[in-house]
């Protein structure tokens, strides 16, 4: 244990011992053979003798199940259960369970299907299960009962459903409520085409009528004087204008006008067309908003509008409306440390200072954005309660040897991330809480740093477990790109956390890669204008070259916001051109205030989190902090300037970034 820790954790009050020498067996040895293994199941060629030397190992199942589910279409009953049942009770097996019984289904052997069935989540298998049973004599009193739950869904279903459902209105028991049912399911969902698909088998009457229903969703339309006045014409006509109004606000309004007495539609009804009404209207903060907000029924506010509510009136300075907006909210939604922040920002402004500083102590007690920045108000150190995984060696050593643990590294060394995700899931169901913080601690020593993000738990202490929530991989390259750049080291740890986890070969949906989360145009554009070398987008998945380019484009994204971090950091997430927007629709706000009122919410999010992790990684690299509020408009501090760190009351400290 470094200095530096020793010191931050006598500091926080916390044992300095290091934790017990127990792991996970090392595999290392063993890996080019099962590698060699996986890729000769991968080719379906895998014979005896190659699988009897890897009989021992902890992926010998994996392994298996790979080759079987590479000869699955010629494959017998007698050898996938002979597998199955060498690996019972492990992900691998159920693995090939999986893919066994959709081959069986394919082949319509519904008596083996139904001999090595087990309960699914997939909705295929399900379907599959309910038309095996049908093929097989079972489809008694409870089998009606679960394919008539199975048909009340807003989503198309897979086709193995489709004999259960005929044989189900054969027997009269998938009747035109039942199919009524379904078509206002779909319609909730947006499934016009589905819903038109299920007409076809009502009487014309009807059938024209759900094909109006359809109609009016995608575009409501003039036609409704046809329509009955009953219940469900009413939620038609609602679902079709809250559509509509996410579109155009307006024009759903002016339909609500002349609808509403049309079909009598009660307050809820129409709550919820205005609900969506205001919310697409001060969403990009349209005239009219404050107005479009009065016009919603308090029984349809949620915790959304009420905070839209807010914002619109700091948007226009309305200290007055603000606040009135605020006392409007639940109890709990105020006392949330971003509300409790903000109102007593608006109280300072009203002269209320004794008001201002009870809420801004209130919210300073918590680990969060808002309370770092309600404790910058007040001088206070930040509120940070650490806790660390059990050094209890027997625990760890128990943990460690768990053999659904070794599995899950290994497989995630060997780069079969979704089989690993398996591996880990299953063995988190069988864990208590002390056992997954080292489970988790395992991992992140493993360098899967993700499972300290997203399988941390949901007990009221496990975001409290800093060290492996805030891993801190690469802590040279990082320190030395950022002082190139004359960066804050712990704004960029934080900016790639935020981005990726630190997982090094995260991929986003939109192409962006790596720690930093780069597109290859923007990773290109970076490198010529740093004179980087630069190998072409699979380079980015290299660490040190991910962090180079990725600090790099963070400085440039600093410059072209005037040196602001925390436009910066917006312009990271949301890009240049809706950063530009936002100062010249309200310009000169603070920068909280700017944060607050930025329009869409996950980037509005992401600048709060950048800003409360880079505390959190200033805690970790210096054992003090950079005030935020400094830190948001690029300021040095000197170190006596620096937050130190406490606990305030470390039984009741929930609140985390």
Not at 588 to 597: A, K, R, S
Request: proline share 6%; net charge positive.
């Amino acid at each position: 244990m470094s200095l530096r820790f020793f010191m931050i954790f006598l500091l926080l009050g916390l044992p300095a011992t290091a934790r017990p020498q127990a792991a996970p067996a090392d595999l290392s040895a063993q890996r080019p053979l099962i590698v060699g293994g996986f890729q000769l199941a991968e080719q379906g060629r895998l014979n005896a003798s190659d699988a009897a030397r890897l009989a021992s190992h902890p992926l010998h199942g994996w392994v298996e199940a790979t080759l079987w589910r590479k000869r699955i279409a010629t494959a017998g009953a007698g050898d996938i259960r002979t597998v199955l049942a060498r690996h019972d009770g492990q992900p691998a097996a159920d693995w090939l369970r999986e893919a066994w019984l959709v081959e069986l289904a394919r082949r319509k052997e519904w008596t083996t299907f139904r001999a090595d069935y087990r309960p699914m989540a997939t909705a295929e298998l399900r379907c599959a299960d309910l038309a095996a049973r049908l093929a097989t004599g079972a489809s008694d009193a409870a089998w009606e009962t679960e394919v008539q739950a199975m048909w009340l869904t807003g989503s198309g279903l897979p086709a193995y459903c489709d004999a259960p459902f005929a044989a189900l209105q054969a027997r009269g028991k998938l009747g035109e409520d039942l199919r009524w049912q379904r078509i206002e399911l779909a319609l909730a969902e947006g499934q016009s085409a589905l819903a038109r698909f299920l007409a076809r088998s009502l009487s014309a009457s009807a059938a024209a009528l759900a094909n109006s229903y359809a109609d009016f969703v995608d575009a409501p339309h003039a036609r409704t004087a046809a329509w009955p006045r009953d219940a469900r014409s009413r939620r038609i006509a609602a679902e079709g204008l809250a559509r509509l109004a996410r579109r155009d606000p307006e024009a759903a309004r002016q339909q609500l006008a002349t609808l509403a007495p049309a079909l009598d539609l009660d307050e809820a009804q129409r709550g919820k067309v205005l609900y969506q009404v205001a919310l697409w209207t001060v969403a990009s903060y349209l005239p009219g908003s404050a107005d479009r907000l009065a016009e919603v029924p308090d029984s349809a506010y949620d915790e959304r509008l009420h905070e839209w509510r807010v914002r619109e009136a700091m948007s226009r300075h309305d200290t007055a409306a603000a606040l009135a907006a605020l006392e409007r909210m639940p109890a709990v939604q105020r006392a949330d440390p971003r509300w409790q922040y903000f109102e007593a920002r608006l109280r300072e402004r009203n002269k209320e200072r004794d008001r201002a500083r009870t809420l801004y102590a209130q919210a300073a007690n918590t680990a969060t954005f808002h309370g770092f920045l309600a404790a910058d108000r007040l001088k206070l150190p930040y509120a940070l309660c650490p806790l660390e995984p059990s050094t209890d060696a027997a625990l760890r050593q128990r943990v460690a040897a768990n053999p659904g643990l070794v599995r899950a590294l290994e497989l995630y060394r060997l780069d079969r991330l979704g089989l690993a995700i398996r591996e880990w899931a299953a063995l988190l169901r069988g864990l208590g809480e002390a056992e997954r913080y080292v489970a988790i601690d395992f991992a992140v020593d493993a360098g899967w740093h993700d499972r300290g993000v997203f399988t941390i738990g949901e007990a009221p202490d496990a975001l409290r477990y800093y060290g492996l929530r805030f891993p801190l991989p690469h802590e040279r390259t990082i320190r030395r790109e950022a002082r190139k750049h004359a960066l804050d080291p712990a704004w960029v740890a934080a900016q790639t956390r935020a981005e990726s986890a630190f997982m090094a070969r995260a991929r986003s949906p939109a192409n962006a890669r790596g720690l930093m989360q780069l597109l290859p145009t923007t990773a290109d554009m970076t490198a010529k204008r740093q004179g980087i070398a630069y190998r072409g987008v699979d380079s980015l998945y290299d660490p040190d070259i991910n962090i180079i380019l990725g600090t790099a484009h963070l400085r440039f994204e600093l410059d072209q916001q005037r040196g602001l971090p925390y436009q910066a950091i917006a312009a990271y997430n949301a890009g240049p051109t809706p950063v530009a927007r936002w100062n010249r629709d309200r310009p000169g706000f603070e920068p909280d205030f700017w944060i607050e009122t930025v329009t869409y919410k996950e980037t509005r999010d992401y600048v709060a989190r950048v800003l409360a992790f880079s505390v959190i990684y200033d805690w970790r690299l210096d054992g003090d902090a950079v005030p935020v509020t400094e830190r948001m408009l690029g300021r040095t501090v000197n170190a006596a300037s620096r937050r130190k760190f406490h606990c305030p009351t470390p039984s009741s400290a929930p609140n985390t970034p």
